[in-house]
């Protein structure tokens, strides 16, 4: 049975959480809801983790959709690059539901837990379509998938705060502000190659040469690629979101969602644009860098001010995002591989960081550091779990925050850059200021009165501690991310990788 099931991995992969959602809402028993959802998450997880361990010697995997050979048929194609994010997102997917149950047991009325189940499972399906597709439109189709379904996930905080409606809208409106330029660069494309396939967009666009057509497509695509991912200044969108959105949705949105708006990014810039031309080259080096540089500060500066951890967190994650833009605007395979890296381990990172929060408001009602005071005293588990990921996104050694910045200081000077490493360090210690705060204010305050000393329920420390033990394992032994992660950048740099011809299953 499970040798006949392993040719059409990479169909699973999209089709198992997808035919799940709609059955979460027909079953009307919300515990049947969460059995259904849990159990294709964790499949997709498994999946995942097969496509992963079968790509990791550099092969390529093609699956045709109707047995239409591509370029005119709709395939999957599965390397290195979209396997890694493709775990990643599913292992968050698998970890975010068991703490869900009990988290929006509390939050939201029993009438309304199969949607929230049914959105969630729709966006992780339209995360995992975005990475496992080798068609281009076909990525516009998951990426919308996705976003609707995120916009709806955002919208059921608004039991808990009304302006989670206003988040919701505001997320809505640029994101489709984004959608609609990456698709017009998509128009583009296929107006002067006559194809939509990402390996055969690769073959003719380098046919085609350098043309004022090709330059708008690059251009659109990089615009819409950057709003859904919150690049600086095109994340107006994300604290609002992450701030208001129920404490489950957050993290699984702060985990993934830009984790894979950054993969399409470097999937259309490597892989199908190449920088075969100078335009391309010159836009990441004088104006992504100097924009990932500036989220790295002003992000930063902005969560030292903020009163609402959630709030704190949310700029945190726009100033890992430049991280992540620096090290591919370096345009080096190093710099690519660091990108990479920081991509996993931002995600285990802010994962545990959000489900730590998560707790606070179960148990404490509230996210905001004055409700918070002497919080290590009364949740001391809770706490500990998000002191260790704060050292993490401070960058302390034994974290996989400092393999993150190891490699990206690596990158840094291997291309001649002192400047740029002196940079990363010093945005580090910004991050050790806001963290700071947190960590003032839950160990060094007195807890207020009457305030009962009760962890939340084990089912939400679980994977809370689950994504810390991963940030603290990955950073003492970074060989199986940073030899992944390795691959990954090897299979995009390569300018014949998505165009070679893969193993096919």
Not at 281 to 294: H, S
Not at 380 to 387: H, N, V, Y
Not at 491 to 499: D, G, K, P, Q, W
Request: with cysteine; hydrophobic share 55%.
């Amino acid at each position: 049975m499970l040798s006949s099931l392993t040719p059409h991995l990479p169909a699973l992969q999209v089709v198992i959480p997808l035919i799940a959602a709609p059955l979460c809402t027909l079953f009307v028993n919300r515990h049947l809801a969460w059995a259904i959802a849990f159990t294709a998450s964790v499949a997709a997880f498994l999946v995942s983790a097969l496509l992963l361990v079968s790509v990791l010697d550099g092969a390529v995997i093609s699956y045709q959709l109707g047995g239409w050979a591509p370029p005119w048929g709709i395939e999957y194609r599965i390397d290195a690059a979209n396997a890694f994010v493709l775990f990643i997102v599913s292992l968050i997917g698998a970890l975010v539901l068991p703490y869900a149950r009990q988290s929006i047991e509390r939050e939201f009325d029993a009438s309304t837990h199969t949607y929230f189940y049914t959105c969630y499972l729709l966006s992780l399906t339209g995360f995992l379509g975005v990475a496992a597709t080798g068609d281009a439109f076909n990525v516009f189709v998951f990426l919308e998938i996705s976003s609707l379904s995120s916009y709806a996930l955002v919208a059921f905080g608004a039991k808990r705060d009304r302006r989670a409606l206003t988040a919701a809208y505001n997320y809505l409106i640029m994101g489709t502000i984004g959608a609609t330029f990456f698709v017009i660069g998509l128009g583009f494309l296929y107006m002067v190659t006559g194809t939509l396939n990402m390996a055969d967009l690769a073959v003719r666009l380098d046919d085609v040469g350098d043309t004022r057509v090709t330059r708008v497509a690059f251009v659109f695509i990089l615009v819409g690629v950057g709003l859904k991912l919150a690049m600086f200044p095109l994340h107006l969108w994300l604290p609002n979101a992450y701030s208001y959105a129920p404490p489950p949705a957050a993290a699984f949105l702060a985990a993934t969602a830009t984790k894979v708006a950054l993969y399409v990014l470097l999937r259309f810039m490597f892989t199908i644009f190449q920088f075969d031309h100078p335009i391309q080259g010159l836009t990441f080096e004088y104006v992504v860098m100097p924009l990932a540089i500036a989220a790295m500060f002003a992000a930063s500066i902005a969560a030292v001010f903020q009163e609402d951890i959630k709030r704190l967190l949310a700029y945190s994650s726009i100033a890992q995002v430049g991280y992540m833009l620096l090290g591919v605007a370096l345009l080096t395979e190093t710099g690519l591989t660091a990108g990479i890296i920081h991509l996993f381990n931002h995600a285990v990172t802010k994962g545990a960081l959000f489900l730590a929060v998560g707790c606070f408001v179960y148990q404490v009602g509230s996210s905001r550091l004055g409700d918070l005071k002497g919080i290590g005293k009364t949740m001391p588990w809770t706490t500990a779990a998000f002191a260790a990921g704060g050292l993490s996104l401070i960058g302390v050694p034994l974290t996989v925050g400092f393999i993150s910045k190891w490699y990206l200081i690596q990158a840094s000077l291997e291309a001649g850059s002192l400047l740029i490493a002196g940079l990363i360090v010093a945005s580090s210690l910004i991050a050790m200021v806001y963290v700071w705060r947190i960590i003032e204010v839950a160990y060094l305050e007195p807890a207020p009165e009457g305030r009962e000393a009760k962890e939340a329920p084990l089912s939400m420390i679980l994977p809370t501690y689950a994504l810390v033990a991963a940030s603290l394992y990955f950073g003492i032994n970074s060989e199986l991310t940073s030899s992944a992660a390795s691959v990954a950048a090897n299979a995009l740099f390569s300018a014949t990788n998505l165009a070679s011809e893969g193993a096919s299953h």
